[in-house]
Each structure stands twice: as structure tokens, then as C-alpha cells.
């Protein structure tokens, strides 16, 4: 029986600790972090100052572009879309890399598209990868339209009492071609998208690093309680099991920010 019990307990354990680590590695949201820096301007991503305009009709948007004003929007209703991109531009393409003296090319897409609507399970795979691709929403505007927007989707989770400052502009072919089947449901003028998303402010590496040392701090976390339930046992001579628990969690996930580090070695391998 208690055999049966410690087996149940090591898968449960192995499940959390797997968990936890791709969940860090590949789908929390990062760009809050990113944005604390981004001040308030007229700057595209930047918190929207008193210069920046409101967009609420469908009939200014044409306007917004051709006289490239700086704009921003209401929190309204969402709806996300089907298409998502990558956060970092400069890891999309075609890289080429050695294994064992053989020449191998490794094809990082910039787009990631799913079914319209979007299925269950796309939706999740979509969500999963967030922390490396962003999705597009639909706003709904004042009028009852929609506008395609383009911003870093952590504000889709928290909400924004303001979204950030952006530039109206022409959609691209895949934007596009992901408006026009949405079109057929929501009043969306597919030749346009608000793109409130700041470039250039994630390097992949960098942001790596940063679920990373996460995923360390975690782990500094469960061994500085382990040693401080450990240290009331030795002073008061009480035998804990909170710590042979946790010194059993600390090696489990341990190993796991290890497989985590040589994932992120061979990717790096593949994208030089």
C-alpha cells in the first residue's frame, strides 16, 4: 500500500514540476516586464499621452492612416483571431546549422494560423506557444464595428483601462487573409489593423534567460523552506517530513530546469 502510495506521489510530483517548467519556459507572458520601461509618449507601444487621439468609429480609421496620427482605443469587447506572431521578427526565417558535420536548415515560421473559428485544441496550442508567438484580437468599436488590433496580448488577461499608443496601417497578405474569412461574421474592414505592439522590445535569448532564472528562483524558493523546516528539526529534535517532501520536489524539479536548459542549448544551436 504504501509503495502504491509513494508511486502515485512521484508521478504526481513528476507532473506538477513538467508542468510548471514548460509553462514558464513557453507560455507566461513576459512583455509586462518589457513594457514597465516603455514610458508614456506618442511612441507606438508606449502608455498613451494627451496627444494621442481615441479611435471609436469605423469611418475615421482611413483617416487615422492617412494622416498617421497616433491612436489608441477603449477596452471593449475581444475576440481573439486565429493568426498569432512571433514576438521576436528576427528569429523567423530559414537557419542553418552543423550536426555532426552534416548541414542542416531549421525553418522558424513568423506567422502561426488556426482554423476559423478556432477550434478547442488549436486554441490551446495557440495559447501554449505564448510566450513566443502573440495573437491578434477584434475590438469592437463605439459604433458596433470591429477593428483588427495589434498589441501585446497579456492585455487580453489582465485588461487595460488604457491600451497602448499605436499606428493605423495596412494589413499584410496573412493579416489579411485571416480578416477576410472573419468578415463574413463581424463588421471588419479587413485593409486595416491598429498595430499597438512595441518592436523590437523582446529578443528571444534574452527572454529565455529571464524564464530561466525564474524557473531558478523557484527552486532557490523550495530549498530555502526545506532548510528552514530542516533547521527546526535540528534545534528542536522533531523529525519533519515537510522536509523529505520538499527535498523530493527540489531534485525532481531540478532536473527538469536542467532538461529546460539543454532544450534551450540545441535550440540556440539550431537558430545560429
Not at 469611418?59 to 521576436?88: H, Q
Request: glycine content about 6%; hydrophobic content about 40%; some cysteine.
Amino acid at each position: 500500500m504504501k509503495k502504491e502510495l509513494s508511486s502515485l506521489f512521484t508521478i504526481f510530483r513528476n507532473i506538477i514540476c513538467i508542468t510548471f517548467v514548460l509553462l514558464v519556459l513557453l507560455s507566461v507572458p513576459t512583455g509586462w516586464v518589457y513594457d514597465l520601461w516603455a514610458g508614456e509618449g506618442t511612441e507606438q507601444g508606449q502608455r498613451p499621452s494627451v496627444d494621442v487621439q481615441r479611435l471609436q468609429q469605423q469611418e475615421d480609421i482611413e483617416t487615422c492612416f492617412l494622416s498617421n496620427t497616433p491612436v489608441t482605443v477603449n477596452n471593449r469587447e475581444l475576440v481573439a483571431c486565429p493568426l498569432a506572431r512571433l514576438r521576436d521578427s528576427e528569429q523567423a526565417g530559414v537557419h542553418m546549422h552543423h550536426n555532426s558535420g552534416v548541414k542542416r536548415s531549421v525553418s522558424v515560421s513568423e506567422y502561426i494560423y488556426a482554423d476559423y473559428p478556432i477550434p478547442p485544441l488549436q486554441r490551446f496550442v495557440q495559447g501554449f506557444v505564448g510566450g513566443y508567438y502573440n495573437r491578434y484580437h477584434l475590438l469592437k468599436l463605439e459604433d458596433g464595428s470591429w477593428l483588427c488590433v495589434y498589441f501585446d496580448d497579456y492585455l487580453a488577461l489582465t485588461g487595460a483601462d488604457n491600451y497602448p499608443t499605436g499606428y493605423v496601417r495596412y494589413t499584410t497578405t496573412e493579416e489579411r487573409r485571416m480578416l477576410n474569412q472573419m468578415a463574413e461574421d463581424y463588421d471588419v474592414d479587413p485593409v486595416y489593423v491598429l498595430d499597438m505592439y512595441r518592436y523590437g522590445k523582446v529578443s528571444w535569448m534574452m527572454d529565455v534567460l529571464l524564464r530561466l532564472a525564474v524557473c531558478v528562483a523557484a527552486a532557490v524558493i523550495v530549498w530555502s523552506i526545506k532548510k528552514a523546516f530542516k533547521m527546526q528539526y535540528l534545534i528542536f529534535g522533531t523529525k519533519c517530513p515537510v522536509v523529505e517532501i520538499l527535498n523530493s520536489w527540489r531534485k525532481c524539479y531540478e532536473q527538469y530546469i536542467f532538461c529546460g536548459f539543454f532544450v534551450c542549448f540545441l535550440h540556440q544551436r539550431n537558430t545560429i
